[in-house]
């Protein structure tokens, strides 16, 4: 969790920090990143690096935690836009990325959540079934048919779906396909919630 000095920063510098821990931790494993390299980028001293963060480490959980609230929050507003169609909504945001400059910012934070082996990324929020988000993804799930019987339940499948779209997103990267291909993959998948793949 980082400290109160860097919550207390204004936006711009949070984010030009921001910037650079997903430039540094997406291009490198963080045991080959070191503090040196991060405040150099930033042009600040060694000691207001632990201004902000506790180590290392306490940086890379900040800015995994926060581009994977992030991500996914992109994605729920790709399928809010389509509303009445669930599936349409995520292909929507799956060519977006597909189509983004390897070079671009947005790519980095999607390479640096997809190869990130850091279980708090799969951590659940204690986020009340009663939330307003909450409600409205049941809302969602409601108006496109899907059988879900009890708010639980619909938690449950909000991180099973995005942990199945950020594993296709690593397929992405790691088969370097084109958007057809990413597609074609996202479609398989589709089809087995749909219509299940087992049959006696």
């Given at each position: 969790?980082?400290?109160?000095?860097?919550?207390n920063?204004?936006?711009?510098k949070?984010?030009?920090?921001?910037?650079v821990?997903?430039?540094?931790?997406?291009?490198?494993?963080?045991?080959?990143?070191?503090?040196?390299?991060?405040?150099?980028?930033?042009?600040?001293?060694?000691?207001?690096f632990?201004k902000?963060?506790?180590?290392?480490?306490?940086?890379y959980?900040?800015?995994?935690?926060?581009?994977?609230?992030?991500i996914?929050?992109d994605?729920?507003?790709?399928?809010?836009?389509?509303?009445?169609n669930?599936?349409?909504?995520?292909?929507k945001?799956?060519?977006?990325?597909?189509?983004?400059?390897?070079?671009?910012?947005?790519?980095h934070?999607?390479?640096?959540?997809?190869?990130?082996?850091?279980?708090?990324?799969?951590?659940?929020?204690?986020?009340?079934?009663?939330?307003?988000?909450?409600?409205?993804?049941?809302?969602?799930?409601k108006?496109?048919?899907?059988?879900?019987?009890?708010?639980?339940?619909?938690?449950?499948?909000?991180?099973f779906?995005?942990?199945?779209?950020?594993?296709?997103l690593?397929?992405?990267?790691?088969?370097?396909?084109?958007?057809?291909e990413?597609?074609?993959?996202?479609?398989?998948?589709?089809?087995?919630?749909?219509?299940?793949?087992?049959?006696?």
């Amino acid at each position: 969790m980082p400290k109160s000095t860097f919550l207390n920063l204004n936006d711009t510098k949070k984010s030009q920090i921001d910037h650079v821990l997903v430039d540094v931790f997406s291009s490198q494993h963080i045991s080959q990143v070191k503090v040196s390299e991060i405040v150099a980028k930033l042009d600040i001293s060694r000691g207001s690096f632990y201004k902000y963060f506790t180590d290392l480490e306490d940086s890379y959980n900040y800015i995994i935690k926060k581009i994977s609230i992030a991500i996914h929050m992109d994605i729920l507003e790709h399928i809010y836009q389509e509303q009445e169609n669930f599936f349409e909504g995520v292909k929507k945001y799956l060519v977006w990325c597909s189509q983004l400059d390897p070079e671009s910012n947005d790519w980095h934070k999607i390479e640096l959540l997809t190869q990130s082996h850091d279980l708090s990324s799969y951590k659940r929020e204690n986020s009340s079934v009663n939330s307003p988000m909450i409600q409205e993804w049941i809302k969602l799930l409601k108006i496109n048919h899907f059988h879900i019987q009890e708010s639980q339940e619909a938690v449950s499948f909000l991180y099973f779906f995005m942990t199945l779209v950020t594993n296709t997103l690593a397929e992405l990267l790691v088969n370097h396909w084109d958007t057809d291909e990413l597609i074609e993959e996202f479609d398989h998948k589709v089809q087995w919630i749909k219509n299940g793949i087992y049959r006696k």
